[in-house]
């Protein structure tokens, strides 16, 4: 069974960025969607951001929308997440996740999780 493991994350000022990098062992998932979710404190995961498996087709949740971006690189089994122009709202745990077939923004849909990274943005 594979494994995501997601690095990058960190403290930054408001308007900064990060990039967050989830690269996947023991299964390529070359050929699964990747997504992003993220949980902040008090709050229900919510869905960041989906990409397909070849990286032609990519979905952001309207909050995000402009500012990050996420992208994949299937030869190094690895799946990013561009963030720029960070708000305090940006704070939460970022996780990785990987399906079979197209992306969604259904959590549940996703059969294999990261253990996440921790984002803070201050004011």
């Known amino acids: 069974q594979g494994q995501l493991v997601e690095s990058g994350g960190g403290s930054v000022q408001a308007g900064g960025s990060l990039r967050l990098s989830c690269q996947a062992s023991?299964?390529?998932?070359?050929?699964?969607?990747k997504a992003w979710f993220r949980r902040a404190p008090g709050k229900e995961r919510e869905f960041v951001a989906a990409?397909?498996?070849?990286?032609?087709?990519?979905y952001y949740a309207d909050s995000v929308k402009g500012r990050f971006t996420i992208f994949r690189d299937n030869a190094k089994n690895t799946v990013y997440l561009q963030m720029d122009s960070l708000k305090p709202e940006d704070t939460a745990v970022y996780y990785c996740?990987?399906?079979?077939?197209?992306?969604?923004?259904?959590?549940?849909?996703?059969?294999?999780w990261g253990q996440g990274t921790q984002v803070t943005v201050s004011s």
């Open positions: 996740a990987a399906k079979a077939y197209g992306p969604s923004m259904i959590g549940d849909q996703y059969a294999a």
């Open positions: 023991g299964h390529t998932y070359s050929s699964f969607a």
């Open positions: 990409i397909s498996w070849s990286g032609d087709s990519d």
